[in-house]
């Protein structure tokens, strides 16, 4: 090799070694290349994102078949209780359409009584006032006790009437309590289906009894409770007041029909049904 040959390759050298040195740095080492360890403050794991301590929301239990089941399970129908049985409840009422009459005079209360009470047993529509004028003479006549003729007739007359222009079984029958001559009347109804007659206004008035209803039938058992009677006052028409007269075939509740129907008094003399509740059945 030539000594110009040897200069060239030495001043080739020295070039190349100037620029690494000012331009490219020294190569890392493994230690200043390698991550630093996660740190577990920089970031928070999911359980803290919720929170677990004291101040968490409580959790919610869901019963596992909530999940999977949108509609509610189905349920036992309930078993329907039956409904209370009604009590039993007899009832019956002579009264029909026609029969009735209105006393021709304010005192032939006792006459027109018996008018209706043939006009339902003998199925008539007999309203006259000479009809009535018959029945009335001869209840006065047999009459025992004196009295103004305005007074009408006493109990004795108005049995012979009953007797003779109704029916020959008809009695008077004179009770202590209300509730017995109440169910009197009432089996007299059932057993010949003919209507009571009844002495109100502690003996002033006379209606008849036409019906009633009962909680058995007394035809068949006496342990019934009379629960109320249908009544017909011969004054309807000419006089209503305080009761005094209702309208054809009124219903009256058992505790209604003690407001009318009151201890008999005679007002010309002591008798022996003074003090009772009096009542005429066939």
């Known amino acids: 090799m030539t000594v110009h040959r040897l200069l060239t390759l030495l001043l080739a050298l020295l070039l190349f070694g100037g620029c690494a040195a000012a331009d490219a740095p020294a190569p890392p080492s493994q230690a200043a290349i ?9 970031t928070p794991s999911f359980a803290a994102a919720i929170g677990t301590g004291d101040d968490a929301p409580p959790a919610i239990a869901i019963p596992p078949d909530a999940a999977v089941s949108a509609t509610p399970a189905p349920t036992a129908a309930p078993t329907p209780r039956p409904a209370p049985a009604k009590p039993a409840v007899f009832g ?21 009584s018996i008018e209706m009470a043939r006009n339902m047993i003998l199925g008539q529509a007999d309203h006259s006032t000479a009809g009535q004028q018959r029945y009335f003479d001869y209840m006065r006549a047999h009459d ?5 003729e305005r007074e009408g007739v006493d109990l004795v007359g108005l049995l012979a009437g ?3 222009f109704v029916d020959a079984r008809y009695d008077l029958v004179a009770a202590r309590t209300f509730d ?4 009197a009347a009432v ?4 057993r010949t289906h003919r209507p009571a007659a009844l002495v109100v206004m502690n003996g002033h008035h006379v ?7 009962a909680t058995a039938d007394p035809a068949r058992s006496s342990s019934f409770r009379v629960l109320s009677v249908r009544v017909v006052g011969p004054l309807y028409g ?5 009761g005094y007269d209702m309208a054809p075939d009124t219903r009256l509740t058992y505790a209604a029909f003690a407001r009318f129907l009151h201890p008999y008094h005679f007002k010309f003399g002591p008798t022996p049904w003074d003090g009772r509740y009096v009542v005429y059945g066939a």
């Open 34 to 42: 390698s991550l630093p360890p996660p740190s577990t403050a920089a």
């Open 92 to 112: 019956m009422d002579l009264y029909r359409r026609g029969v009735y009459v209105m006393q021709a005079t304010w005192y032939w209360c006792a006459a027109a």
């Open 144 to 148: 025992v006790y004196p009295m103004p």
């Open 162 to 164: 009953l007797r003779h």
């Open 180 to 183: 017995s001559a109440v169910r």
């Open 187 to 190: 089996m007299s109804i059932r």
């Open 207 to 213: 209606w008849l009894m036409t019906g009633f209803t």
């Open 238 to 242: 000419r006089q209503s007041s305080g």
